[in-house]
T-cell receptor, first 110, second 117 residues
Framework: QKEVEQDPGPLSVPEGAIVSLNCTYS??????FMWYRQYSRKGPELLMY????GNKEDGRFTAQVDKSSKYISLFIRDSQPSDSATYLC??????????FGAGTILRVKS | SAVISQKPSRDICQRGTSLTIQCQVD?????MFWYRQQPGQSLTLIAT?????????ESGFVIDKFPISRPNLTFSTLTVSNMSPEDSSIYLC??????????????FGPGTRLTVT
């Protein structure tokens, strides 16, 4: 069993839809949770960072962490074609060594 | 925010040869990381490189295959030695807590796309 599970997709949605991306994990000691966006042939770009449980909002993006369920989510409101990318969840014990999910391919159709 | 650059951006190499990848950051950072992203797979940490000390390798990665240098606080190299087609991957460097960034935020360079024939 992988430490971090993430559905690879692809997930295809119409422009303007709300997108929900999720990861589950097995190590209850993880404390730091990140979401990265990776465009084709580019390095991962940090989108959201959350420490411990709770919600964090930044513009159209909301990150949620439920440590009791070992489940994290990223919501994208009013999705745009420019949001089409691979979304990677990542987590860490101490904020340094990251363990990544496999990434979910998102396609937003105009 | 600081900028991370990598050289080369891509290369095609013959099996049995070695390639050195450079990572340059435009601000001083304590910790640098090297990751591998194999086709269709997620990122896997190869090693952590701190200035002034030997790199720390993750399980499954060894210094003889992936020697790393960290001569100062803005630069690191990763060498992929005695390459085989299985080494074909994207190699990414990453830095931890850039100047102006928040603690525990980790940023990535653009990656080096390596193809071994």
């Amino acid at each position: 069993q992988k430490e971090v599970e993430q559905d690879p997709g692809p997930l295809s949605v119409p422009e303007g839809a709300i997108v929900s991306l999720n990861c589950t994990y097995s190590n209850s000691a993880f404390q730091y949770f990140m979401w990265y966006r990776q465009y084709s042939r580019k390095g991962p770009e940090l989108l959201m960072y959350t420490y411990s449980s709770g919600n964090k909002e930044d513009g159209r993006f909301t990150a949620q962490v439920d440590k009791s369920s070992k489940y994290i989510s990223l919501f994208i409101r009013d999705s745009q074609p420019s949001d089409s990318a691979t979304y990677l969840c990542a987590m860490s014990l101490y904020g340094n060594k990251l363990v990544f999910g496999a990434g979910t391919i998102l396609r937003v159709k105009s | 925010s600081a900028v991370i650059s990598q050289k080369p951006s891509r290369d095609i190499c013959q099996r049995g040869t070695s390639l050195t990848i450079q990572c340059q950051v435009d601000s001083q950072v304590t910790m640098m990381f090297w990751y591998r992203q194999q086709p269709g797979q997620s990122l896997t940490l190869i090693a952590t490189a701190n200035q002034g000390s030997e790199a720390t390798y993750e399980s499954g990665f060894v210094i003889d295959k992936f020697p790393i240098s960290r001569p100062n606080l803005t630069f690191s190299t990763l060498t992929v030695s005695n390459m085989s087609p299985e080494d074909s991957s994207i190699y990414l460097c990453s830095v931890f807590s850039l100047a102006g960034g928040k603690d525990y935020e980790q940023y990535f360079g653009p990656g080096t796309r390596l193809t071994v024939t």
